[in-house]
């Protein structure tokens, strides 16, 4: 039988140093583990986009998996490679998602969670594995901002959901709010600054638009929109 080995890079957690270049390491074992045969995959959060010019710089012929799976993108043939890996999720099934990555967390940290599902339910066409991934991020960030309350909401509005994530955090200044989606912005020292980057770049990969509003010494509320599954508004009226 025929094995396949392959090294799979997180482009923004391995790949890529402060800088955001790779280092002169990195190309070196990656050279040698290609010269034994060994495949290289480039893994990104954000869009192919993004990831093309490093993948170009390290002469790869596999395909990026971009935004946390949601699609492949052959850089050979310069098209998003055929399948379709958004399903109809409902908003009810999303939430629960939610709430099983994030709920051992919450009791470990001691801040309480509340999930409000919309009715009667909505859905989305969306990878809902990397959809809860990109909430869940934003859970553990306002927990890190020190809220012990946190809502995770959904309504409809007009022909979109509206995801809210509300936390009761320190909140952040006015000027601080331009800063926050950029790649390696942060304001922790332990912090990596990607966190963010890669829940917008979830959203946008779902045709979504990502926003925030925080008050300093009150919290924030960072609001998730996407379009209604299209069936839904085919069907007319409230789903």
């Given at each position: 039988?025929?094995?396949?080995?392959?090294?799979?890079?997180?482009?923004?957690?391995?790949?890529?140093?402060?800088?955001?270049?790779?280092?002169?390491a990195t190309r070196a074992a990656l050279a040698q583990a290609r010269a034994h045969d060994i495949k290289v995959l480039l893994v990104t959060g954000r869009h192919?986009?993004?990831?093309?010019?490093?993948?170009?710089?390290?002469?790869?012929?596999?395909?990026?998996?971009?935004?946390?799976?949601?699609?492949?993108?052959?850089?050979?043939?310069?098209?998003?490679?055929?399948?379709?890996?958004?399903?109809?999720?409902?908003?009810?099934?999303?939430?629960?998602?939610?709430?099983?990555?994030?709920?051992?967390?919450?009791?470990?940290?001691?801040?309480?969670?509340?999930?409000?599902?919309?009715?009667?339910?909505?859905?989305?066409?969306?990878?809902?594995?990397?959809?809860?991934?990109?909430?869940?991020?934003?859970?553990?960030?306002?927990?890190?901002?020190?809220?012990?309350?946190?809502?995770?909401?959904?309504?409809?509005?007009?022909?979109?959901?509206?995801?809210?994530?509300?936390?009761?955090?320190?909140?952040?200044?006015?000027?601080?709010?331009?800063?926050?989606?950029?790649?390696?912005?942060?304001?922790?020292?332990?912090?990596?600054?990607?966190?963010?980057?890669?829940?917008?770049?979830?959203?946008?990969?779902?045709?979504?638009?990502?926003?925030?509003?925080?008050?300093?010494?009150?919290?924030?509320?960072?609001?998730?929109?996407?379009?209604?599954?299209?069936?839904?508004?085919?069907?007319?009226?409230?789903?």
């Amino acid at each position: 039988m025929s094995r396949f080995q392959a090294i799979a890079l997180d482009m923004d957690g391995t790949l890529l140093n402060r800088d955001h270049k790779i280092s002169s390491a990195t190309r070196a074992a990656l050279a040698q583990a290609r010269a034994h045969d060994i495949k290289v995959l480039l893994v990104t959060g954000r869009h192919f986009m993004t990831a093309r010019p490093f993948h170009h710089e390290l002469a790869l012929d596999t395909p990026i998996i971009c935004s946390n799976g949601a699609y492949l993108y052959d850089s050979v043939q310069e098209k998003i490679l055929v399948g379709d890996p958004l399903a109809v999720a409902p908003l009810s099934r999303l939430l629960a998602e939610v709430q099983a990555g994030a709920e051992a967390f919450c009791q470990q940290q001691g801040c309480a969670l509340h999930l409000e599902a919309p009715e009667p339910d909505l859905c989305l066409l969306a990878n809902s594995s990397a959809l809860a991934g990109a909430i869940n991020n934003l859970i553990a960030n306002a927990r890190q901002a020190g809220a012990d309350s946190l809502l995770v909401s959904a309504v409809r509005s007009g022909n979109r959901v509206e995801m809210r994530v509300i936390d009761n955090g320190k909140g952040m200044a006015p000027s601080l709010l331009n800063q926050i989606f950029e790649p390696f912005f942060t304001t922790r020292s332990q912090g990596t600054g990607l966190g963010l980057a890669v829940v917008q770049s979830v959203v946008r990969a779902h045709q979504g638009e990502v926003s925030v509003a925080s008050v300093p010494g009150e919290g924030t509320c960072f609001t998730l929109s996407f379009p209604l599954h299209q069936q839904q508004v085919q069907l007319g009226g409230v789903a």
